[in-house]
């Protein structure tokens, strides 16, 4: 039987009744906790909301050993996030995505939109991974959501939903644990809150978080030292916010939040190096086994993410909420990569220069600082046959980013000169790029009661955007020079919903909705270091277009075992229009944008929540998604030979999606005496084979001819001709489990995550097109760890 068979019996025995699912307990009277939502800006509960929605509370969270927006990826029907390396991830709904985002692309705007409650946080590759610790829940709305939700919602929007502050009560909490890594490094972590009223109408909470992140990546080093764990690091932060309610109806919240991420190295496995392989006969042979690569400096990232944000709300007397949401948001990140072999490929493999250039010392720094502003304003009311909510939104957003790759030493042997008018002496390459971002936007939704089984809800954005920029290139490796562009987009991204109650426990949803993506302005490629058949194919492509989505979908909702499960389902189908793929350029070691007129991405998903017992609940999730390139774009070059550009070729798939992905969890408790008892949950996921980017499934991608890269043979002769990789990564399952004890106030737990011990390929991480480095981004092997929890 086919996953799509599985899934549909699977459903329909799950709805209509199976013996074998639902043996009848004892604990008729048990009914699933309700879980509140803001989808729609208003609070409501969750199988209200009539669109496909999924809802991790604070206790899942916990249970299942969440630490980040990875893990709960897992745990979520048609949501992946595709691990970058530290700090920088993919963030997928419903199988629209156009492949890797890159950090040398700063003009490429996001799919998803990810909040922190309210405000926006979400940026393109380096959305901050914010630590899960004191919060209420993770809402993933799939779909388009740009009515309500319009900062690069395109395909969903990821919701962190923070514990706000609780005038009613005094409370405090704390965790603290260890953790070692099987063959790695060891950590610890502590984090608490506390929660104060200030009187009858205020109160502050104060939370804060310290992660010492252990590494496991051994890093081989030029004379055949090892650098052990290389991969450490930490991630620490905290949020003070202050409640007041200084008249019966008004609410003023205001916000600090900050977190820095700290880390000495990739997370990477390297599968070829030109300077460290096991082809060679000229340079000493380097087996690079598993979890291992080959540096020969450390790689750190720095992240220091601040926001600061205020929300006023006003209730009227006739119903009438008023909410002001005004946020800022500063932002320095700093990339450090070893980009030796790139360098090496070009100074010793094409120019031809002696091992004492090549293989001089060579970081590639990448700096991103981003300030801006958003302010929001809303007003909503209605009845209980009549809901509305419609407002205003600003956003304005300046990005700095700039990248250097020094090489010290370089002119001093070489004498070839190196400083320009930005570039200093050994500067190979240097750029420095401002941007400024800004949206205006209108937005309404409101919902009708007609009659007393459906529902209709109708709504629709305004968006006005504009994007000027100022590069400057400069640098042996660059093609020098200053340029100004600037690009603008505006339309309505509407959207309209039925929801029809069969009855109490059970409706059907279906709705239509556009989401868009602002186009932008493409770096000027690296012209010294291009073939002639790359320029021809890469070049003159100076802006991409909007990228537009239509989304088509039908959703069944139920409460069944009498409140004490939900099962829910959706198909959908999505065309996409000028999806906005990433490219390498091939020998020019840059990125380019190029627009696919059409594409489509189609599947079904699936949750399932029962308390089967008073001491048993499970969970089961699942998606299957058929997403694909519905068009090919092609070059010609002089001679008038048509090829397929980048793999951008009808019936190819889209990049970083799974076609299959599911999750299974489950918690059994048992009393040990007096107040405490025992528990042990289990989770095991399975993520299905995926591609990095769309050019991933070019002809021939994948076989790299060992001499054709290595004309000057600084590496040759070598034992063989190919070097081959499989560019499809693997499926792969990941199982956790925890066994602890707990009573109303402590949680004391060990825990075993990936106790398989699973190498997963996370994604393809490569160097100048592969002819430099080819390795593969990869998780975490097994842990084990303690946690204890307190909370009062």
């Known amino acids: 039987m086919t996953r799509t068979g599985i899934l549909f019996f699977t459903a329909f025995s799950l709805v209509f009744g199976s013996p074998w699912v639902f043996a009848q307990s004892d604990a008729d009277e ?8 803001t989808a729609r800006k208003r609070e409501e509960t969750l199988q209200d909301v009539p669109f496909s929605v999924s809802a991790l509370t604070e206790r899942q ?21 595709q691990n970058l390396g530290p700090g920088q991830s993919q963030v997928a709904i419903r199988g629209a995505s156009a492949g890797q985002i890159v950090r040398d692309q700063p003009g490429v705007k996001e799919q998803v ?3 922190l409650d309210e405000s926006v946080i979400s940026l393109s590759l380096f959305t901050p991974d914010l630590d899960l610790y004191d919060m209420a829940r993770v809402e993933v709305l799939r779909g388009p959501q740009g009515t309500l939700f319009g900062s690069g919602s395109l395909s969903g ?3 962190y939903i923070t514990n706000q502050p609780d005038e009613t009560e005094s409370s405090y909490g704390f965790e603290a644990g260890l953790n070692t890594i099987d063959n790695g490094g060891t950590g610890w ?9 200030m009187g009858d109408n205020a109160a502050s909470r104060l939370t804060f978080w310290y992660d010492d992140i252990p590494g496991y990546i051994d890093s081989h080093q030029p004379g055949g030292g090892m650098n052990e764990d290389y991969n450490d690091g930490s991630r620490y932060g905290g949020r003070f916010a202050i409640k007041l309610n200084t008249k019966e109806n008004l609410t003023v919240t205001p916000r600090l939040v900050f977190q820095n991420v700290d880390m000495n190295g990739w997370n990477r496995t390297d599968t070829f190096n030109i300077l460290a392989n096991p082809y060679t006969t000229s340079r000493p042979q380097v087996n690079i086994g598993e979890d291992e690569n080959f540096t020969q400096f450390d790689e750190p990232f720095t992240d220091e993410f601040f926001l600061a944000d205020l929300t006023i709300a006003y209730d009227f007397e006739n119903g009438l909420t008023l909410t002001s949401i005004t946020s800022f948001t500063d932002r320095d990140i700093l990339v450090v990569r070893d980009a030796t072999a790139l360098t090496a490929s070009i100074t010793g493999g094409s120019i031809g220069l002696g091992e004492d250039v090549y293989t001089l010392d060579a970081p590639l720094d990448d700096f991103t600082k981003v300030e801006g502003w958003t302010q929001e304003l809303r007003i909503g009311g209605g009845s209980e046959t009549f809901a509305w909510v419609a407002g205003v939104f600003y956003s304005s957003f300046d990005r700095h980013y700039g990248q250097n790759l020094l090489v010290p030493g370089f002119e001093d ?21 401002m941007y400024n971002f800004d949206q205006l936007a209108l937005f309404g939704e409101a919902t009708w009661a007609v009659g007393d089984a459906l529902d209709i809800t109708a709504g629709v954005r305004y968006y006005d955007f504009d994007e000027s920029r100022v590069q400057s290139f400069d640098g042996i490796f660059a093609d020098p020079g200053t340029t100004l562009g600037d690009t603008d987009a505006d339309g309505f991204a ?45 070049g003159g492509r100076e802006n991409w277009d909007d990228e537009e989505l239509w989304n088509y979908e039908i959703g069944f909702k139920s409460t069944i075992m009498g409140g004490r499960g939900t099962f829910n389902v959706a198909a959908f189908y999505q065309d996409i229009k000028d999806l906005q793929a990433t490219v390498t350029a091939g020998s020019c070691s840059s990125r380019v944008v190029f627009n696919v007129p059409e594409a489509h991405s189609a599947g079904l998903e699936m949750e399932l929540a029962i308390q089967q017992t008073e001491r048993f609940d499970w969970a089961l999730t699942a998606s299957i998604i058929d997403a694909e390139l519905d068009s090919t774009v092609t070059s010609t070059d002089s001679s008038g030979n048509t090829t397929v550009v980048g793999g951008i070729q009808e019936g190819n798939r889209l990049a970083t999606v799974p076609e299959f992905q599911a999750a299974a969890a489950a918690t059994y408790s048992w009393p040990t005496g007096g107040e405490w008892e025992g528990y042990v949950t289990g989770l095991l996921q399975y993520v299905g084979d995926r591609y990095t980017q769309i050019g991933d499934q070019a002809e021939g991608f994948g076989t790299v001819p060992l001499y054709a890269f290595d004309p000057n043979n600084i590496g040759g002769p ?34 075993v995550n990936n106790f398989t011990d699973e190498r997963a390929e996370l994604a393809l991480d490569q160097e100048r097109g592969t002819l430099a480095r080819v390795g593969y981004l990869t998780n975490q092997p097994r842990t084990f760890g303690v946690l204890a929890r307190y909370d009062f």
């Open 61 to 81: 969270m916990q249970e299942r050993g969440m630490m980040n927006l990875e893990d709960v990826s897992r745990n979520v029907a048609s949501f992946s996030v």
């Open 413 to 433: 042997l070489t004498g070839i000169p190196t400083a320009g008018f930005i570039a200093p002496k050994d500067g190979l390459f240097w750029s420095d790029l």
């Open 113 to 115: 939109g990810v909040y």
């Open 189 to 197: 972590t502590i984090k608490g809150y506390l929660n104060s009223p």
């Open 30 to 37: 048990l009914f699933m906790e309700e879980v509140l939502v």
């Open 157 to 159: 929007t990821v919701r």
């Open 718 to 751: 070598y034992t063989q001709d190919f070097f081959v990789f499989d560019p499809l990564m693997d499926d792969y399952t990941v199982g956790n489990v925890r066994i602890g004890m707990r009573n109303e106030m402590w949680d004391l737990s060990f825990y």
């Open 494 to 538: 509407p959207r309209i919903m039925a929801d029809y109650h069969l009855n109490d426990d059970m409706s059907i949803n279906a709705q239509i909705s556009k989401g868009f993506r602002l186009g932008g302005i493409n770096d000027p490629l690296n012209v010294p270091l291009c073939t002639p058949e790359d320029l021809v194919t890469f």
